[in-house]
């Protein structure tokens, strides 16, 4: 499976964009880039994905590099509750075997 | 819509004892995921199925362990003998669609807290 690397832990304030980066230097042409985050004591939840278009939703954005071999999803106005554990995660294109594969995260910490 | 319901939210047992976690998964949903969390693995992937039939079972850490979807609408997950290092929070996951393709994307329940004493 090709793997990622993020940061442990990264800081921000209220209200401010906040950056959390991704590096994916094996992905493969076919992969797809998740981003799932995870809450204190709650399972994860799905924030966004996208293969090489930059994608926006209402939670975030994902501004994808343009050999795919990083990443960066944006939170433009973080707040208290999205303080959380943040994985970029590929998707394994196996033919039918799908999985995905969560690393050790970001752990965002918001400062109000 | 009810999310993925888990039960289960707490277990407390001693070594040697059965343990069955329940989970529920989403309405219409063809896949189901189970997933182990400890602070020293992370989320690992146990075993999933699609249509109710297992498809891959590489994550389950030893045969004490198992895992059955009788039907599209429940699953469980049983260990027997519990361990110790079995204490861990047990999350289940659905997703929409049988087989899969890169962009499904998996709803998780809030989790079974095991402890194992």
């Known amino acids: 499976d090709a793997k990622t690397t993020q940061p442990n832990s990264m800081e921000s304030n209220e209200e401010e964009p906040v950056h959390l980066p991704c590096n994916h230097s094996?992905?493969?042409?076919?992969?797809?880039i998740h981003w799932y985050r995870q809450l204190p004591s709650q399972g994860p939840e799905y924030v966004i994905h996208g293969l090489t278009s930059n994608v926006n939703n209402r939670m975030a954005s994902l501004a994808i590099a343009e050999d795919r071999k990083s990443s960066t999803l944006i939170l433009h106005r973080a707040t208290l509750r999205d303080a959380a554990v943040y994985y970029c995660i590929l998707s394994f294109s196996g033919g039918s075997n799908y999985k995905l594969t969560f690393g050790k995260g970001t752990l965002l910490t918001v400062n109000p | 819509d009810a999310g993925v319901i888990q039960s289960p939210r707490h277990e407390v047992t001693e070594m040697g004892q059965e343990v069955t976690l329940r989970c529920k998964p989403i309405s219409g949903h063809n896949s189901l995921f189970w997933y182990r969390q400890t602070m020293m693995r992370g989320l690992e992937l146990l075993i999933y199925f699609n249509n109710n039939v297992p498809i891959d079972d590489s994550g389950m850490p030893e045969d004490r362990f198992s895992a059955k979807m009788p039907n599209a609408s429940f699953s469980t997950l049983k260990i027997q003998p519990s361990e110790p290092r079995d204490s861990a929070v047990y999350f289940c996951?659905?997703?929409?669609?049988?087989?899969?393709?890169?962009?499904?994307?998996?709803?998780f329940g809030p989790g079974t807290r095991l402890t194992v004493l």
């Open positions: 996951a659905s997703s929409l669609r049988a087989g899969l393709t890169s962009t499904d994307t998996q709803y």
């Open positions: 094996t992905i493969s042409g076919t992969d797809y």
